[in-house]
């Protein structure tokens, strides 16, 4: 183990050198053999805006080339099967929480015939997701500024997905209000997890069912030369999401569905002090 992490990811705190062009696409297709070269090309650019911009606004940890490479690009490349399994060409996919784009700008690149949403609260990383879909050119991709709260209850929103993405946004329990009530029924959800995830799976199946999906599956993604372990957490919407979900903004992350914290909304919107 100790042996694999050391080939598979240099010291994090330097700045790696980034790969040239034949080593980046030979990584690349490793996991996604067909991807052409326009695409290798597009996702290299990708690495190179997300590593300037990192400099100057926080978008992700990962600072350094080869970690945006290995962790943030090819970890996203390894949805490319389920991805292409789950969401037919045409189909619409939020990638919810994007940041700096990941999965959802690679995954845009990586399926011109899907159409992608990439949805973030955060003002200065919609900037760059605009900027990034501007500088290559991206016709299947947009970036809107909002909070999945408040979005999932407006009517040309809600139901409108085939498929939603998530990485490292919150817990399992809380990516199920928010993103069940986006897709329709059938579509799936495609989680990206850490492997220690036992105790979230079991608190998120209960969230599952009070939310019409389903958790049909937790297994871990072939190791491709990678560091980490990654579990894929699938769902499958097998019911409408009721009207009452996603709660207000902050609950579904602070009171989690499926645990003790689990508390209906009850807040009346008008009259309510603002927080401070
Ligand atoms: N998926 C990216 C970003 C992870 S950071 C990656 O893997 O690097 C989590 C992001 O989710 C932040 O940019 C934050 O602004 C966004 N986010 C968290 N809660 C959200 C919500 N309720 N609605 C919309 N975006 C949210």
Redesign the pocket.
């Known amino acids: 183990m100790e042996q694999q992490a050391t080939d598979a990811i240099t010291n994090p705190e330097s700045d790696s050198v980034p790969s040239d062009r034949e080593t980046f696409a030979a990584l690349l297709r490793s996991v996604v053999p067909d991807l052409s070269d326009e695409q290798v090309a597009q996702l290299m650019r990708y690495r190179d805006l997300l590593h300037a911009r990192n400099q100057v606004v926080n978008?992700?940890?990962?600072r350094d080339f080869d970690g945006i490479e290995r962790r943030?690009i090819l970890e996203s490349l390894r949805l490319h099967a389920h991805m292409a399994e789950l969401a037919a060409p045409g189909a619409r996919v939020m990638?919810?929480?994007?940041?700096?784009?990941?999965?959802?700008v690679i995954l845009a690149i990586a399926f011109p015939d899907r159409t992608f949403s990439l949805?973030?609260?955060?003002g200065k990383?919609v900037a760059f997701l605009r900027d990034c879909i501007d500088e290559l050119a991206l016709a299947n991709a947009g970036a809107v500024h909002?909070?999945?709260?408040e979005?999932a209850h407006q009517f040309e929103w809600r139901s409108a997905f085939d498929v939603v993405t998530?990485?490292?946004?919150?817990s399992l329990s809380a990516l199920l209000e928010?993103g069940l009530p986006f897709i329709r029924q059938k579509g799936w959800m495609l989680l990206p997890k850490g492997a220690d995830i036992d105790e979230e799976l079991r608190i998120g199946r209960k969230a599952a069912g009070k939310l019409g999906g389903t958790i049909t599956e937790a297994s871990f993604l072939p190791q491709v030369g990678s560091l980490v372990d990654t579990r894929l957490v699938l769902v499958r919407k097998d019911a409408p999401t009721p009207g009452s979900f996603p709660r207000r903004?902050g609950l579904?992350?602070r009171s989690p569905l499926g645990t003790d914290q689990d508390r209906p909304d009850k807040r009346v919107r008008r009259g309510k002090s603002k927080q401070p």
């Open positions: 978008l992700t940890a990962v943030l990638d919810l929480g994007s940041g700096g784009g990941i999965p959802g949805l973030d609260a955060t990383k909002g909070r999945a709260e979005l998530a990485r490292a946004v919150t928010l903004a579904p992350a």
